[in-house]
């Protein structure tokens, strides 16, 4: 019976599931331990996709409270009033999506059984779980204690999520689920990523069997096993208890809108993943006493060299280039090899259906960040959220320390939203270049990646100077010298970046402006004699693209022989 049931649930889910995918925000994230980066920090990411979601940083203050003090609760994505919890006697500054102990907060929805999803007159969603630990937290193990002591309190109102959580030591991957409308808080599983290991996860639960013994590394509810055996939901041994398996099957949709995200990231700094290529493209084995899928992808794998910011961003960085989902290899790229595809994720010819692949890198992230902890370093100093608005492959990321206290006019918020354009907002400057290129994409990113490297390996190879300049004033005892120095330093790359990127924007409208490219020479565009103009190139479309009008037009376009061109 409960193998007919799980079964019935895959279905479901491959029926419905990129539908599902329409209406949730689609957000990736990767988590990478300590000994798999080359200076032994910890790092995480995330992209927040969404179609109404604008690009901001966010920005919370330390603060004292006195006793009795109370916090409203507004949901993240809505902005609807939720509730009221008591405040703490203080709450640590918070800069986007980490706070000034190192401490980061990532997540990625993933939805998970049906009846799940709704609590009546619970109050911590999803965002607000991870803003309030962030200002009570210290460490990752408290985040997670916070979290999950604030839902057994006042209930779980979000639908099931996968959530990354780091400090300067340590990483975890945490997945909880409501219980519904029959009973108030969630059940879950956080599980360290062990060191030299890196994790993701994209919509799709990724935790399935876990070490129940073992404190140090796997953190549950206690009632995780025995809520599913009263609904009914698994009858096997312990043991063989699987978290997403039980509480949120993978279907075709999990597999191929999902964990094809993570997949590739994992391809770009991992061999072996060209086995788990059937299982991304949504053809998923069952097997054993469960029937549990037999060929899932692995929740952590061991990167074959050290990671760098730059690498772990470039993982941020895809569209299945290289591989059998290459989004820009297919006719639906165009004649200059789009990445993208508008949506909805499906679609519909006669009477079958298809999908669009989900990468990494879309069009409608509103912000993304690489949050990195560096244990050898003062708090305030050590982290780094690195910051960027609109696509990942087309932004740019600018080091925003944690312990700033200023944020810069860019990322303001209320500087714009997503229906009011800013000229100072790096959301719409972004956005206006990124735009653009999706016009005649494969020549235009050339000159938007070459300018974003060389910003981001500036950023980066400043980054050693500014920390040692910060230090020198902490460790003078100067520590509001060293948080304004950080700040005045955070503000003016971001502000410049912004500046940059307009400037961008300006020059890739005289170069490309009515499908024609201008000539360029000594790095300006190219006059005549005279001063005029020189006449630009007119590329046209490749052999390939016309050869398609010609099979599809016949001999509409056709000229007869010998006719004056």
Known sequence: MILKKLQRIAILSLVLGFVGMQASNGCTNFLISKGATVDGSTMITYAADSHVLYGELYYQPAQDYPEGAMRDIYEWDTGKYMGRIPQPSHTYSVIGNMNEHQVAIGETTFGGREELQQQPGAIMDYGSLIYVALQRAQTAREAIQVMTSLVEEFGYASEGESFSISD???????EMIGKGKGEKGAVWVALRVPDGY?????????????????????????????????KGWFEGKNKDFSFSDVYAPVGFSGARACDARVWAGFNKVASGMAQYENYVMGKIEHGGENNFPTNRLPLWVKPDKKLSVRD?????????????????????????????????????????????????????????????????????IGGINWFGVDDTYSTCYVPMYCGIQEIPECFRVGNGDMLTY???????????????AYLRYDDMIKDIRKVQSNLETKFQEYTPVIDQA???????????EARQFLSDYSVNQANGMTAEWKKLSHYLLIKYLDGNVKKEKDGKFERTETGMPATPNFPGYPEWWYRVIVNSTGDHFKMPQGAAH
């Open 312 to 380: 772990v961003i470039g993982m941020m960085r895809d569209h299945f280039e290289g591989t059998a989902l290459d989004m820009t290899q297919d006719v639906g790229a165009g004649p200059y090899k789009l990445p993208y595809r508008w949506r909805g994720l499906t679609w519909k010819v006669d009477s079958a259906t298809y999908c669009n692949e989900r990468a990494i890198s879309t069009q409608q992230t509103g912000f993304s960040f690489v949050a990195q902890s560096r244990s050898w370093l003062p708090d305030p």
């Open 198 to 230: 890196i994790c993701g996860h994209a919509n799709q639960a990724r935790i399935t069997t876990f070490p129940m013994g073992d404190p140090k590394n796997c953190m549950f509810s206690k009632d995780v096993i025995s809520f599913a055996r009263e």
């Open 168 to 174: 300067p030591n340590e990483v975890w991957i945490m």
């Open 470 to 480: 910060a230090k020198t004033l902490w460790d003078a005892g100067k520590q509001a």
């Open 422 to 436: 800013s000229e100072t907002s790096a959301f719409w400057t972004f956005n206006t270049v990124s735009n653009f």
